[in-house]
């Protein structure tokens, strides 16, 4: 986890909802993908490598992750 990034883009999940709200953003810098709690954006997020992030949406959309 990290608290420190290059991205100012950050985009709230379409699925979020009162109490759990995510918010994503690329960093360009290093080609990963970030994740932070909206309610606490300062506090620690998930760095996550592009191809991972790729990787897990396509197991949402596809139904695999549930």
Known sequence: M???DSCSNWRKSSYSGIGNCVEVAPDPASGHVLVRDSKNP???RLRLPGA?????????K???LG
């Not at 991972?52 to 949402?60: K, V």
């Open 2 to 4: 990290d608290t420190k």
């Open 42 to 44: 300062s506090t620690s």
């Open 52 to 60: 991972a992030w790729t990787s897990f949406i396509a197991g949402l």
């Open 62 to 64: 596809s139904g695999e």
